[in-house]
């Protein structure tokens, strides 16, 4: 092969890579956009559906769980959670165990709610995914994943299980297993 013909292959691939994670962002946004106006027919905006589903699937936790588990910061789950509460879908309590730490709840209303969410999350999927086969969308499941993969070995970022704030690590501290029972909150970033 010429150098010219491979200087163009080059050239074809890495133009080719930006237009995949353009298109990977954009049908993020378009996906989360429909979904968002699903949503906001229910009395919700978009990101509410996440605490709930959170909760859905285990009620009864912190607000920094609930962050955690969304890769979000603690003061957006703050505010949404006080929306959802004035709404009428969670409850706040203070935990059994430990009375300084709060906890959130779904209501029977925020229960009745998730069925809806789920309907709308469904009608998002069923125009997102028309007309592929099921091979197909197997696939592109696979790829994404590895994307996902490859971008997230990049950013070195764990959850440390005490405390659900999520740190900034080194590579090589990612093999240490007790780099986090050793170091604690340091390097937490919010």
């Known amino acids: 092969m010429s150098a010219k013909k491979k200087n163009k292959s080059k050239k074809t691939k890495k133009s080719d890579h930006g237009e995949a994670l353009s298109m990977i962002n954009q049908v993020a946004r378009n996906a989360r956009t429909a979904l968002s106006?699903?949503?906001?027919?229910?009395?919700?905006?978009?990101?509410?559906?996440?605490?709930?589903?959170?909760?859905?699937?285990?009620?009864?936790q912190t607000p920094?769980?609930?962050?955690?588990s969304l890769g979000v910061k603690a003061p957006t789950i703050t505010k949404t959670i006080g929306r959802l509460t004035a709404q009428g879908f969670l409850r706040r309590e203070g935990s059994p165990d430990d009375r300084r730490m709060m906890l959130v709840y779904l209501t029977d209303a925020g229960r009745?709610?998730?069925?809806?969410?789920?309907?709308?999350?469904?009608?998002?999927?069923k125009a997102a995914f028309s007309g592929?086969?099921?091979?197909?969308?197997?696939?592109?499941?696979?790829?994404?994943?590895?994307?996902?993969?490859?971008?997230?070995?990049?950013?070195?970022?764990?959850?440390?299980?005490?405390?659900?704030?999520?740190?900034?690590?080194?590579?090589?501290q990612k093999q240490d297993e007790d780099f986090l029972v050793e170091n604690g909150p340091s390097g937490v970033t919010d």
């Open 37 to 60: 106006r699903h949503l906001l027919d229910l009395g919700l905006y978009a990101g509410q559906d996440g605490v709930m589903l959170a909760l859905d699937a285990q009620d009864g």
């Open 112 to 125: 009745d709610q998730i069925k809806n969410v789920r309907k709308s999350q469904r009608k998002t999927e």
């Open 132 to 172: 592929l086969k099921k091979k197909e969308i197997s696939e592109l499941l696979r790829l994404l994943s590895m994307v996902d993969t490859n971008i997230a070995a990049t950013l070195c970022l764990i959850a440390t299980p005490a405390t659900g704030k999520v740190l900034d690590i080194e590579p090589a």
């Open 64 to 68: 920094g769980a609930i962050a955690v």
